[in-house]
């Protein structure tokens, strides 16, 4: 009987088959990011006990994407999640959603779409100023958190949510007009192409950690990752001490775990475990 994981790993690896297919017939240069990185360095795969998919591309390629990728999607079972296409969605980066499954996700209760998903980040130019740096990250964390309220984003779920009526018009406008002050604020800087720099400014790891050259991420190679062919930068080993030191050691057994989805539907079967 496969564990969940692979379950879920079986799912991951048709959407990202999908995303690397679409990047291709739109001639955009996506690369792999954070633990998906390591895995195909360090596993030429999957991490085993990593429930999650990271991809990203620079701005303008992310927002071609945005605009041409659902258009290719029509009669596939994939949903391009995105701050437009899902009013109920809260975070600033797209996810490719398998329609035929469903989740529920560790900490996380939402009214957003669900499925067996890959995070799709976009790169943002940053100013070279740390204090301008501070500013804009302040800024940027400030609106997500009024867009999680808004949108009723819960760690734990509660038999009350189920009560509340749905988010009315002016509701959702209000989370709309956050949105649009969201994107203004992480595309700030974009237009300057003199600066050096991009940033995931979601990333979950210090701010320093997931901070690129430009040339990094436009210098490109392919590896393994299981049975497909993936983009990732060449100066990957750089990338991958910034990010964890030494990363071919691997982490102590007890934290060797999923660390986001907890009951996944699919093929009508409920798995836990």
């Known amino acids: 009987m496969p564990r969940l994981i692979d379950r879920i790993h079986q799912v991951e690896l048709g959407n990202l088959t999908q995303f690397t297919q679409l990047c291709h017939d739109l001639n955009l240069p996506y690369f792999l990011m954070g633990g998906s990185l390591l895995g195909a360095i360090r596993h030429q795969g999957f991490i085993p006990w990593d429930d999650d ?133 992480m595309t700030r800087y974009q237009a300057d192409t003199q600066l050096p720099q991009v940033k995931n400014l979601a990333s979950q790891y210090a701010y320093d950690k997931e901070i690129y050259d430009v040339a990094e991420l436009t210098d490109l190679i392919s590896v393994p990752f299981e049975q497909l062919t993936v983009r990732v930068p060449r100066n990957y080993d750089k990338i991958l001490q910034r990010l964890y030191g030494d990363y071919q050691t691997l982490p102590p057994e007890s934290q060797r775990t999923e660390k986001h989805l907890e009951r996944v539907i699919m093929d009508n079967q409920v798995f836990t475990e």
């Open 53 to 185: 998919v990271d991809v990203g591309l620079l701005r303008a390629d992310y927002d071609r994407f945005i605009d041409q990728a659902p258009a290719a999607l029509v009669g596939t079972h994939y949903f391009l999640q995105t701050p437009a296409s899902d009013k109920n969605y809260a975070l600033s980066y797209a996810k490719l959603l398998d329609r035929n499954t469903y989740i529920e996700e560790k900490n996380n209760v939402n009214n957003a779409r669900k499925g067996i998903f890959i995070d799709i980040f976009p790169l943002d130019r940053i100013p070279t100023d740390t204090a301008a740096q501070r500013e804009q990250l302040g800024k940027f964390q400030l609106l997500n958190t009024r867009l999680l309220l808004q949108l009723r984003y819960h760690l734990v779920d509660n038999p009350l949510r189920k009560l509340q009526s749905p988010l009315n018009g002016e509701q959702l406008a209000a989370a709309t007009e956050l949105k649009v002050q969201r994107e203004a604020l």
